[in-house]
T-cell receptor
């Protein structure tokens, strides 16, 4: 049981490039979410999903897209990276209000 | 809108001493409250949660928290800290989303340093 996995662990992008952060879970949880963590700001919700085919926006959705084609996977797409998207990104799945976090992806946009 | 305030950015405690981390929330209904811990370079791990009932909740690693509705607080406590408790601690409040599921709002965190 791997829990929540994220790839890559580290990524450097140039402004304007696009990329997808991968997230997978093997606990059969319906609810998954993406957060970004910035110094002094805690974790902020980007997008979340309550099941395959259903997603909704969180607090800071601009510049990010998500889709949920399977229960296991919930990728986060950066359409055109900006320096303001430099952050640590966490994916989580949850069951009965307990969220299980992945190890994070540290993204730097230059 | 709900919000969470952790007034202490950084706390330093001697090993073996007691610990209290403060958390205040703003929420229109009965909140679902959580404490998470993040070790350096790691994701977050749930320490404990409060939904209803007994206002003193026990968690993992010897931590406990007390829900005080009159003070809108949910402070985390440990009677005797260990060097391995050095980490960042986040308080969070949960609410229902558009689809009826939870969405968490996190505080900005308190970094705990343990000195020998």
């Amino acid at each position: 049981n791997a829990g929540v996995t994220q790839t890559p662990k580290f990524q450097v992008l140039k402004t304007g490039q696009s990329m997808t952060l991968q997230c997978a879970q093997d606990m059969n949880h319906e609810y998954m979410s993406w957060y970004r963590q910035d110094p002094g700001m805690g974790l902020r919700l980007i997008h979340y999903s309550v099941g395959a085919g259903i997603t909704d926006q969180g607090e800071v959705p601009n510049g990010y897209n998500v889709s949920r084609s399977t229960t296991e996977d919930f990728p986060l797409r950066l359409l055109s990276a900006a320096p303001s998207q430099t952050s640590v990104y966490f994916c989580a799945s949850s069951y009965r209000y307990e969220q299980y976090f992945g190890p994070g992806t540290r993204l730097t946009v230059t | 809108a709900q919000s969470v305030t952790q007034p202490d950015i950084h706390i330093t405690v001697s090993e073996g001493a007691s610990l209290e981390l403060r958390c205040n929330y703003s929420y229109g209904a009965t909140p679902y409250l959580f404490w998470y811990v993040q070790s350096p370079g790691q994701g977050l791990q749930l320490l404990l949660k409060y939904f209803s009932g007994d206002t003193l909740v026990q968690g993992i690693k010897g931590f406990e928290a007390e829900f005080k509705r009159s003070q809108s607080s949910f402070n985390l406590r440990k009677p005797s800290v260990h060097w391995s408790d050095a980490a960042e601690y986040f308080c969070a409040v949960g609410r229902l989303s558009n689809f009826g599921n939870e969405k968490l709002t996190f505080g900005t965190g308190t970094r705990l340093t343990i000195i020998p």
